[in-house]
């Protein structure tokens, strides 16, 4: 079955410096991977996808995700953080219901707290 | 505008009560699912829809109605609130492996 996992609840940085928040996967096939963010009380917001081609994906907000199949990683990264990027961040998977388009299958989730 | 809205933000409902929550998207995606999103386990799906007429469980589907008479439309009906059912439900619409979220809303059952 599709997962996810994110291994880490909460990531501190402080700002300026690289972040990364961590995702592993589990699929059957070839992964379709995204990553999304949640400030408070909002919905959650598309920041990248994988679906093939260059490992290196470039999102919004100078967000980046590097896939590998390898370690069945996707890991979302940035080389300068900003406290405005603090916010819960999610990775998933498409999964199996849907049909052709199919679901996401989401991580538990990363908190991110950026500190001046 | 163009998007997806979700109503109400907020609802407070008493065990036991019917609630619908209402999803409606402008890009008539073919595809919409309704999630909920608990603390320790990210956002789980519920039901799900292909096309009007056309829907489907689910991971967590117990407790749960929907319909889609209409592309646009795809309201969430608890048939009778139970406690464990305080959560935030988010719903989406989907084409071309983009999937786009509506804002949520918090139901709590007391």
């Known amino acids: 079955a599709q997962s996810v996992a994110q291994p880490e609840d909460q990531v501190n940085v402080a700002e300026g410096n690289p972040l990364t928040v961590k995702c592993t996967y589990s699929?059957?096939?070839?992964?379709?991977l995204f990553w999304y963010v949640q400030y408070p009380n909002r919905g959650l917001q598309f920041l990248l996808k994988y679906i093939t081609g260059d490992n290196l994906v470039k999102g919004s907000y100078g967000f980046e995700a590097e896939f590998n199949k390898s370690q069945t990683s996707f890991h979302l990264k940035k080389p300068s953080a900003l406290v405005s990027d603090s916010a819960l961040y999610f990775c998933a998977v498409r999964g199996n219901y849907g049909g052709s388009q199919g679901n996401l299958i989401f991580g538990k989730g990363t908190k991110l707290s950026v500190k001046p | 505008d163009a998007g997806i809205t979700q109503s109400p933000r907020y609802k407070i409902t008493e065990t036991g009560r019917q609630v619908t929550l209402m999803c409606h998207q402008t890009w008539s995606h073919s595809y919409m699912f309704w999630y909920r999103q608990d603390l320790g386990h990210g956002l789980r799906l519920i039901y799900y829809?292909?096309?009007?007429?056309?829907?489907d469980k689910g991971e967590v589907p117990d407790g749960y109605v929907v319909s889609r008479s209409k592309t646009e439309n795809f309201p969430l009906t608890l048939e009778s609130a139970t406690r464990s059912q305080t959560s935030v439900y988010f719903c989406?619409?989907?084409?071309?492996?983009?999937?786009?979220f509506g804002s949520g809303t918090r139901l709590t059952v007391v």
């Open positions: 699929v059957s096939g070839n992964p379709y």
């Open positions: 829809s292909a096309a009007a007429d056309i829907t």
């Open positions: 989406a619409s989907s084409a071309d492996r983009t999937y786009t």
